[in-house]
């Protein structure tokens, strides 16, 4: 009989939450294995292909398949709906790399809102002031590139920004006008993006290509610029990608004994170890927690609440364009250079509850502006198509944007199961999503649309408009978001085992030896790009994880 | 809010049309989105080819005239000089593949509408007359289009998305020929292998080099 493979721990998924894990365990002496669904790149198999890599999606993860519907017991139809990269590195290779930390009350909405019909509103375990040192350790990481004190409604911090802002381009000056002549209090967006070397890692080219890009140079930091290969150094990490896990085992104690996991060629493995790490994102660890039934969990493994796939929260995302009388040049630069802040304290005296941050959105591709272009004519009332969409075209290099991201209230009918019929190209059962928003998101959306909009107007713009992307049902009459790029709630973590899935240390309830560390633990979601909360939770997590092997496996 | 008749009667079916149109480009969003899984990337090595690879003469000769009216020939470039038909082509033969039969219908159906109004292919109708029977099918009205779940507006929102992506993306793809559509933009080529930018470029104190050779502001 063959020896089995047994180690310390089996990390699923590599990440912004596997990987800091894998990282920090292996700098400790364990010895992990690393299972990752997709390829392993490197900087020389990323392209400044816009067609494969931002409408398409199909060069970070060819095979992603999903279905969607919006309400239970609907249909659901096959597609791609969540902007993931499938490979080593997660999507922290592809993000923009938008840098925050969540506000005090983000942490504690359930207290500070009270309870609000049709959302499943929590309060999360932890508070700021504990995470506030992960935070730090986090930005010095990835190298986050701002400038410490300047977005006067940031928390106090006890530790500066590791590298300086990079500077602004024409739009983002403008953008600054703008705010300022409202009284706003523009700021340099915050960027893990080097600004100068750092890390071992060389300064930022300025390409305008981060969003849904993998960075040619590292510049950019991810899992896999950051914290793949100083595990690897240690000979402590058993790196294997394209190892699709899908089943988790338990033993006859409750334990998990190990995963089954598909390769390439659709060989069915099995790897055995003493602790395992579901970070898979909350698409991802809610459908293999989904796809491993048993006698004792029949609704899928750890959901004695019964809430494990719920709550599913994907961020506001609204958008509006401009033209500037000066070129913009979006070109050029970062994914953004300028944010505000002001507008982000939750005041239900504005219709609705939560709020978030706008900023910058450089105007680098093509196809996605040529896209947009509808969005325009609709806007300016006139054809879309002929000549008004080339005139549109014409004015590429006059192009800025401005995004907003706002918090979205979680529904327990918004999540994450298996679909009954539709499978992908390794026969596993698809993740399902249900998701239609919350009125407040709705509210909210249309409020940071007009915000926005004045912005640009008090610029000196003169014709601004609204950009919808596809996938987005008609706002003015309801919404039903199919997908997004920042995933969160789909195990919620909190202290009542009987309303969550994970303890405070992302720990499950009902499994001593499964850990979830990526966005599935927030309760709620916050109003920032969620990255940088992602990995300040893991190192958080990962310390007590290690604190209690060592003492337990002594 | 205007309180005429007219006006209120105006704004209604502007209001119509513009939710019609968010519909039905989210439709051809779809169709987009749901290709392209696990199919070979052959369209880049056959791109370079411009022999017909998905589509008929004529209905290559249809799409291309289509495409035309999209994004027309003026004093700049348009999808003609871009070879967008080109790059439509080869995306149908390739990643696009599960739309092509959205195509071979919408077109038997182009053709059968203009040979009973017109007695004559699209293609060879006046471009005045092609805009008429697009705007026909962009809203949906157009006569003898057969029942069932292949509808014109979606065709013509597929059309025009395939347009502007093969008059913007990478040349290799096929369409963008001699970087026409990047001309047209005034986009520079991606920087990522032009040794990215300077932090004078980005306010514009210093020119920038395009992939084909000029400088820019």
């Given at each position: ?515 979830v560390v990526d966005g599935s633990c927030f309760p709620t979601a916050g109003g920032y790009n969620p990255t940088m909360t992602i990995v300040a939770n893991a190192y958080r997590v990962v310390e007590q994880m290690i604190r209690e092997a060592k003492r337990l496996d002594s | 809010m205007t309180d005429s008749l007219f006006g209120r009667g ?208």
């Amino acid at each position: 009989m063959a020896k089995r493979e047994e180690f310390d721990v089996c990390v699923i998924g590599t990440g912004a939450g596997g990987g800091v894990m894998i990282h920090e365990l292996t700098a400790a002496g364990f010895n992990v294995v690393a299972l990752e669904r997709g390829k392993s790149y490197t900087t020389a198999n990323f392209t400044d292909d816009e067609l494969g890599n931002l409408i398409r999606r199909s060069s970070l993860a060819p095979h992603q398949l999903e279905s969607y519907r919006a309400e239970p017991k609907a249909p659901s139809r096959a597609g791609r709906f969540n902007n993931l990269a499938h490979c080593v590195g997660g999507s922290s290779v592809h993000w923009s790399a938008a840098s925050w930390r969540y506000r005090p009350d983000e942490f504690k909405v359930l207290s500070s809102e009270g309870p609000v019909a049709g959302a499943n509103l929590a309060d999360w375990p932890i508070d700021y002031d504990e995470l506030e040192p992960y935070y730090g350790k986090a930005e010095r990481a990835y190298g986050v590139s701002g400038q410490s004190g300047s977005n006067p409604f940031e928390p106090k911090r006890s530790s500066s920004y590791p590298n300086p802002p990079h500077p602004f381009r024409s739009a983002s000056y403008v953008i600054e006008r703008g705010a300022n002549n409202l009284g706003y209090h523009p700021f340099p967006l915050p960027l893990a993006i080097n600004s100068q070397p750092y890390g071992n890692r060389p300064p930022c080219m300025r390409s305008g290509q981060c969003a849904n890009y993998g960075c040619i140079v590292n510049a950019k930091a991810s899992s896999l610029s950051v914290h793949i290969p100083p595990a690897l150094a240690t000979d402590r990490l058993d790196l294997r990608p394209e190892s699709f896990v899908n089943e988790i085992r338990l033993d006859e104690t409750g334990r998990v004994r190990s995963v089954s996991y598909l390769t390439a060629t659709g060989e069915q493995r099995e790897v055995y170890a003493k602790r395992f790490v579901l970070s898979a994102g909350a698409v991802g660890s809610a459908h293999l927690l989904k796809l491993s039934t048993s006698g004792a969990f029949p609704e899928g493994l750890a959901n004695s609440s019964g809430q494990l796939g719920r709550n599913l929260t994907y961020h506001i995302t609204a958008i509006v364009g401009f033209w500037t009388d000066e070129l913009s040049h979006g070109i050029v630069g970062q994914t953004g250079q300028v944010a505000i802040d002001d507008l982000h304290a939750s005041d239900s005296k504005r219709g609705f509850i939560r709020g978030g941050m706008i900023m910058e959105n450089g105007e680098a591709n093509p196809i996605y502006y040529a896209m947009n272009g509808v969005s325009q004519g609709l806007s300016a009332g006139t054809q879309t198509w002929g000549k008004p969409l080339k005139d549109y075209l014409r004015k590429f290099r006059h192009a800025a944007s401005m995004l907003a991201i706002g918090e979205d209230l979680p529904r327990e009918e918004n999540g994450i199961d298996v679909d009954p019929t539709i499978k992908d190209h390794l026969g596993i059962p698809v993740p399902r999503i249900t998701h239609t928003n919350h009125p407040n998101d709705i509210a909210l959306h249309h409020y940071y649309e007009g915000k926005m909009m004045e912005i640009a107007q008090a610029s000196g713009a003169k014709d601004v408009w609204k950009i919808r992307l596809p996938g987005f049902s008609d706002l003015e009459k309801g919404r039903s978001q199919e997908g997004s790029y920042h995933l969160h709630g789909t195990c919620r973590m909190g202290d009542d085992p009987s309303k969550s899935v994970l303890n405070r240390w992302c720990r499950a309830h009902d499994v001593p030896n499964l850990w979830v560390v990526d966005g599935s633990c927030f309760p709620t979601a916050g109003g920032y790009n969620p990255t940088m909360t992602i990995v300040a939770n893991a190192y958080r997590v990962v310390e007590q994880m290690i604190r209690e092997a060592k003492r337990l496996d002594s | 809010m205007t309180d005429s008749l007219f006006g209120r009667g105006k704004q209604c079916r502007s209001m119509s049309r513009r939710e019609f149109l968010e519909r039905t480009i989210q439709g051809s969003a779809l169709l987009w989105v749901g290709e392209g899984i696990a199919r070979p990337r052959a369209a880049r090595a056959a791109s370079q080819s411009q022999k017909l690879a998905a589509l008929s003469i004529p209905e290559w000769k249809t799409v291309e005239a289509i495409a035309a009216r999209i994004l027309p020939t003026d004093q700049d470039p348009g999808a003609r000089e871009a070879g967008c038909i080109n790059f439509i082509d080869k995306a149908l033969a390739n990643e696009d593949a599960m739309i092509l039969p959205l195509y071979q219908m919408s077109l038997a159906a182009l053709e059968g509408h203009c040979q009973a109004v017109f007695k004559n292919s699209f293609a060879e109708l006046s471009e005045e007359r092609q805009e008429k029977v697009l705007v026909q099918v962009e809203n949906g009205t157009v006569s003898g289009w057969p029942q069932g779940p292949i509808r014109p507006e979606a065709f013509f929102a597929t059309v025009r998305f395939h347009t502007l992506v093969g008059f913007v993306a990478n040349p290799s793809y096929g369409g963008n020929q001699d970087f026409v559509g990047w001309k047209v933009l005034g986009f520079p080529g991606p920087r990522h292998h032009m040794g990215g930018g300077t932090p004078e470029q980005m306010v514009g104190k210093q020119k920038i080099k395009t992939v084909w050779g000029d400088e820019i502001d």
